[in-house]
Antibody, heavy 118, light 110 residues
């Protein structure tokens, strides 16, 4: 059974940093692209970042470029999102999702809550 | 910036059919690999369709997707509506190397 479990969310002041993690199981982690999607309270979904197999390519939504960094450690079946210079508008639930080359996003984690507030 | 526009909300009765549209602001939605997701309150999204147009296992054939090149829109049609279909629905497409979600449609079944 495919499982994705996020962790690392919490309360951080504006300008602070946080790293959220996602561990995958039940599949060959290194064979899949991974994606981070966030959802502000009561709002829609926003694609944040994606990373290809072996980390060969990384892409970001414009609003986080230069502040967030996506990375992966295939030996630990993990993908990370390092978030720096956090803003109030970065608050929300952060989901990691598995992305199949042909099918697209096919599995989601349950998410981890990030709150940026003073 | 590329945007996907969905109706904010829709309401329909059980047993009826509803269609949710997703219109691209530019480019060709026909060549874009659109996906659809369902999200129930308090839960993570789940895929209703894949980029190749196939349905994930476990998704009933009451859910179908289509593309209309003339209006640059993708559509999700749900037939034989059930109360458990009440949820938020999101489309997802590509913008160059990134991806973009539509704003989401809140479907009420009553």
């Amino acid at each position: 059974e495919v499982q994705l479990v996020e962790s690392g969310g919490g309360l951080v002041p504006p300008g602070g940093s946080l790293r959220v993690s996602c561990v995958g199981s039940g599949f060959t982690f290194g064979s899949y692209r991974m994606t981070w999607v966030r959802q502000a309270p009561g709002k829609g979904l926003e694609w944040v970042a994606g990373i290809k197999e072996r980390g060969t390519e990384k892409n970001y939504v414009d609003s986080v470029k230069g502040r967030f960094a996506i990375s992966r450690d295939d030996a630990k079946n993990s993908v990370f999102l390092q978030m720096n210079s956090l803003r109030v508008e970065d608050s929300g639930v952060y989901f990691c999702a598995r992305k199949h080359l042909v099918r697209g996003i096919d599995y989601w984690g349950q998410g981890t809550m990030v709150t940026v507030s003073s | 910036n590329f945007m996907l526009t969905q109706p904010h909300s829709l309401s329909e009765s059980p047993g009826k059919t509803v269609t949710i549209s997703c219109t691209g602001s530019r480019g060709s939605i026909v060549r874009n690999h659109v996906q659809w997701f369902q999200q129930r309150p308090g839960s993570a999204p789940t895929a209703l369709s894949f980029e190749d147009g196939q349905r994930p296992s476990g998704v009933p054939d009451r859910f179908s997707v289509s593309i209309d090149g003339s209006s640059n829109s993708a559509s999700l049609t749900i037939s034989g509506l059930r109360t458990e279909d009440e949820a938020d629905y999101f489309c997802l497409a590509y913008d160059n190397y990134n991806q973009v979600f539509g704003g989401g449609t809140k479907l009420t079944v009553l």
